[in-house]
């Protein structure tokens, strides 16, 4: 069976259209789905009414998952391979720990010395509109940046915190907040990543970074808004509209996502993500 794909954007992203991916699949077929997934950066796969053993398991056709010991307050609670993104409230009634998460441009695990290779996010619920998320193309970013501006990021290294603003402060965040920052010490991972597997550069940068090794916070700030703002110019961005049962699979090392709060907050918005652990990078800076 030959994989059928439609493109989503110019930028990055195309649709796996007419699969199961809970049916059995050769290696051939899965080898097709994951070049196509090195090449678009992003893969939808739309109306996977599957469950969760079934997301956990076409998740580790990819690689070995994460069980989410940087973030134990979001993980699912009978299965540590799923993360919560869920504005559903607590049992006892009190905010999601998780409503907030995705916020700022980012990408999955950037403050670990193991950033992610590739997140699967499977949908659950989405308000009536809004909600959606977008994602860059960060080999298009630093493919289009200047040789001088290149030259200057060459050997510049990222400082990532964990966490989100949002949810830092917001009163029932801060529990989240003061752990995640405990277990997670901030990582400098460098500006510009080879990725691994395709050899080519990306630039890796996001809201998670706060300087840059070696300078100050007033020093790195314009050059850090510069480059999220470079990177999500439109036409390096894919802008996802979710719907029910739609799965997608997006490759960390060379497109950075947020997720978008402009929805009606009293409505549900339920997703959950198998993240992909990936290759080491980066390394701890003490005292951030
Ligand atoms: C995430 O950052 O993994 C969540 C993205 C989203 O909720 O759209």
């Not at 940046?145 to 830092?168: E, N, Q, V």
């Not at 029932?172 to 080519?200: I, K, M, Y």
């Not at 390096?236 to 947020?258: E, G, S, T």
């Amino acid at each position: 069976m030959a994989l059928k794909l439609r493109r989503l954007s110019h930028a990055l992203g195309a649709e796996v259209c007419e699969i199961d991916v809970s049916m059995p699949m050769s290696e051939a077929f899965f080898g097709e789905i994951y070049r196509a997934f090195l090449q678009y950066g992003v893969l939808l796969f739309r109306d996977q009414d599957i469950g969760r053993e079934q997301h956990i398991e076409f998740s580790r056709r990819f690689g070995e998952l994460d069980r989410h010991d940087a973030l134990p307050r979001d993980r699912h609670p009978r299965y540590s391979e799923l993360l919560m993104v869920t504005n559903e409230p607590k049992p006892d009634g009190s905010p999601s720990d998780t409503k907030y998460t995705g916020r700022q441009w980012h990408s999955d695990m950037s403050f670990t010395t193991a950033p992610s290779l590739g997140s699967l996010l499977r949908c659950y619920a989405v308000p009536d509109v809004g909600g959606d998320t977008l994602f860059a193309n960060m080999y298009l970013a630093y493919d289009a940046l200047s040789d001088g501006m290149k030259a200057l990021i060459a050997g510049l290294h990222g400082i990532h915190h964990s966490g989100t603003r949002k949810i830092a402060n917001s009163e029932s965040g801060v529990p989240r907040a003061d752990e995640q920052r405990r277990l997670n010490p901030p990582v400098a991972q460098p500006v510009v990543r080879v990725h691994p597997e395709t050899g080519r550069k990306a630039l890796y940068i996001g809201e998670k970074v706060k300087r840059f090794d070696g300078m100050t916070e007033e020093e790195s700030k314009p050059l850090i808004d510069f480059l999220v703002r470079h990177a999500t110019r439109p036409e390096f961005v894919y802008r996802h509209q979710w719907k029910k049962n739609d799965i997608l699979a997006w490759d960390n090392r060379c497109a950075m996502h947020q997720a978008l709060g402009d929805f009606d907050e009293t409505q549900l918005r339920h997703l959950e993500r198998t993240t992909v652990l990936g290759t080491p990078s980066g390394y701890v800076v003490a005292g951030g």
